[in-house]
T-cell receptor, first 113, second 115 residues
Framework: EPEVTQTPSHQVTQMGQEVILRCVPISNHLYFYWYRQILGQKVEFLVSFYNNEISEKSEIFDDQFSVERPDGSNFTLKIRSTKLEDSAMYFC???????????FGEGSRLTVL | KQEVTQIPAALSVPEGENLVLNCSFTDSAIYNLQWFRQDPGKGLTSLLLIQSSQREQTSGRLNASLDKSSGRSTLYIAASQPGDSATYLCAGGPSAGAGSYQLTFGKGTKLSVIP
């Protein structure tokens, strides 16, 4: 069964460092998303991406965040200068259509020290 | 702005019992509603997607209903098993009213099925 894969599963970084989280969405999907979940809190939307551009972003997704689809298979989330409050589980998701079922990856746990 | 609430926050039942998890949402212009399962420290597994034109969806022992007019969805689990123990998340889908692509999640119901 097709699945969304994410790497790394866990990353520890120092405050102020840049981090890149990687995702391989399901191959025939067209819509890509990043969500995050701070420990004990709700899953929160960060950004959606379609046709090689951001289609929607939340207030959380400020200038420190960026997304990219560098080739036909990968979808990345970059945090330029990490803060302590960026510590969370980051989930990548994809869907075949904007109203279609979302499929999530296993997540990348980011710990900022 | 969409708000999604799930009640109860936690539920403990004996094995074999049928149970209902509740979800309410404020924006009825959603295109769909999706239920997920999350095991501790793991990702989100999609259980059921209900499109706005549908009233319910079934998968095995799971049945989810959607009533957009009242802003409610329920997830019914029949004959619960210890392997059903997890957190169940409800997410209101893209909204025609808000012109938004995002899912808005509830905080979840943590289910424990006691053998």
């Amino acid at each position: 069964e097709p699945e969304v894969t994410q790497t790394p599963s866990h990353q520890v970084t120092q405050m102020g460092q840049e981090v890149i989280l990687r995702c391989v969405p399901i191959s025939n999907h067209l819509y890509f998303y990043w969500y995050r979940q701070i420990l004990g809190q709700k899953v929160e939307f960060l950004v959606s991406f379609y046709n090689n551009e951001i289609s929607e972003k939340s207030e959380i997704f400020d200038d420190q965040f960026s997304v990219e689809r560098p080739d036909g298979s990968n979808f990345t989330l970059k945090i330029r200068s990490t803060k302590l409050e960026d510590s969370a589980m980051y989930f990548c998701a994809s869907s075949a259509s904007v109203t279609g079922e979302l499929f999530f990856g296993e997540g990348s746990r980011l710990t900022v020290l | 702005k969409q708000e999604v609430t799930q009640i109860p926050a936690a539920l403990s039942v004996p094995e074999g019992e049928n149970l209902v998890l509740n979800c309410s949402f404020t924006d009825s212009a959603i295109y769909n509603l999706q239920w997920f399962r999350q095991d501790p420290g793991k990702g989100l597994t999609s259980l059921l997607l209900i499109q706005s034109s549908q009233r319910e969806q079934t998968s095995g022992r799971l049945n989810a209903s959607l009533d957009k007019s009242s802003g409610r969805s329920t997830l019914y689990i029949a004959a619960s098993q210890p392997g059903d123990s997890a957190t169940y998340l409800c997410a209101g889908g893209p909204s025609a009213g808000a012109g938004s692509y995002q899912l808005t999640f509830g905080k979840g119901t943590k289910l424990s099925v006691i053998p």
